[in-house]
């Protein structure tokens, strides 16, 4: 993948990476759309349990229902955690209109809605994955909502 801004990021190497994300992302959000929304962890484990994710708001209710394997593996939880975050957010920019990524200086990425109402979709999906609550389904519908 051809992601320009990583060249620039890379020579700059910022005391603080999320604060390289959060220029990257004022330089070229359009690239940083696209790394946020790879969730290559995520998509790897959905695959092998059958899942295949296709960044649609079904796709979070078939996520909901999978056996929470990465629960028993300590390093995987929180990859999977943050993956499933930014799949959800990846979900929300696509579906819902006028919902946008933002990344703030630290380098958090939120999904804004139109409203200004700002999704932590991270830490939702940190809680998904270490306690399958809220679902990913039942954030995602809140926020459609408004």
């Given amino acids: ?25 004022e330089e070229d959000p359009e690239s940083v759309t696209e790394l946020l929304s790879e969730c290559e962890l995520l998509r790897s484990e959905a695959e092998r349990a059958g899942l295949e994710l296709d960044d649609t708001p079904a796709s979070l209710e078939a996520l909901d229902q999978l056996p929470p394997t990465w629960r028993d593996d300590a390093e ?5 955690g943050n993956d499933a975050g930014l799949y959800l957010g990846t979900v929300l920019v696509r579906a819902v209109r006028g919902a946008a990524w933002h990344v703030w200086p630290g380098g958090h990425p939120v999904v804004r809605l139109p409203s200004g109402r700002e999704i932590h979709v991270v830490e939702a999906g940190l809680d998904w994955a270490v306690n399958g609550a809220p679902q990913l389904s039942q954030v995602y519908g809140e926020a459609a909502e408004g």
């Fill in 1 to 25: 993948m051809n992601i320009p801004f990583l060249d620039k990021w890379r020579r700059r190497q910022p005391a603080d990476p999320g604060e390289g994300l959060a220029a990257a992302f």
């Fill in 76 to 80: 995987l939880l929180p990859w999977i």
